[in-house]
C-alpha cells in the first residue's frame, strides 16, 4: 500500500512538473546536481547522452540495445541515482528516437 501511495505522488509531481513547463513555454533548466549526475550516468557503458526533461524524468539514449539491456540500463542508473544522486527520479532508456524501451522510477522518499 505505501509503495503505490509513492508511486502516485511521484506520478502526480511529474504530471504537475511536466504541466507547468509546458505552461511556460520553456525547456527544463536542471541543477547543477543533475548536470553532475547526467554526466556520471553518461560514463557508463552503452549509454550516449542522459538530459533531464524535468525535475523528476531522465531520458537516457542507449543507441542499438535490446529490451533487456535498456531494462538493465535502467537498474544501473536507479542503482547509481540510490548511491549517489538521493532524490527521486524515473528513468527512460530510448534508442534515440525518445519511445522508451524500458522505464524505471525510484523514490527517494
Given at each position: 500500500?505505501?509503495?503505490?501511495v ?7 509531481a511529474?504530471?504537475?512538473s511536466?504541466?507547468?513547463a509546458?505552461?511556460?513555454?520553456q525547456?527544463?533548466n536542471?541543477?547543477?546536481l543533475?548536470?553532475n ?10 549509454i ?17 540495445v535490446?529490451?533487456s539491456t ?34 524505471k522510477c525510484?523514490?527517494?522518499?
Open positions: 500500500m505505501r509503495g503505490l509513492l508511486n502516485l505522488l511521484l506520478v502526480g511529474f504530471v504537475f511536466a504541466a507547468a509546458y505552461s511556460q513555454g525547456g527544463y536542471e541543477t547543477d543533475q548536470q549526475f547526467a554526466e556520471e550516468v553518461k560514463s557508463l557503458p552503452d550516449i547522452q542522459a538530459t533531464w526533461q524535468s525535475p523528476l524524468d531522465l531520458w537516457v539514449y542507449a543507441d542499438g535490446s529490451q535498456a531494462q538493465a540500463v535502467a537498474d544501473k542508473v536507479v542503482l547509481l541515482a540510490q548511491t549517489d544522486f538521493g532524490q527521486s527520479l524515473c528513468v527512460h532508456v530510448h534508442n534515440g528516437d525518445f519511445n522508451p524501451l524500458a522505464t525510484w523514490s527517494a522518499l
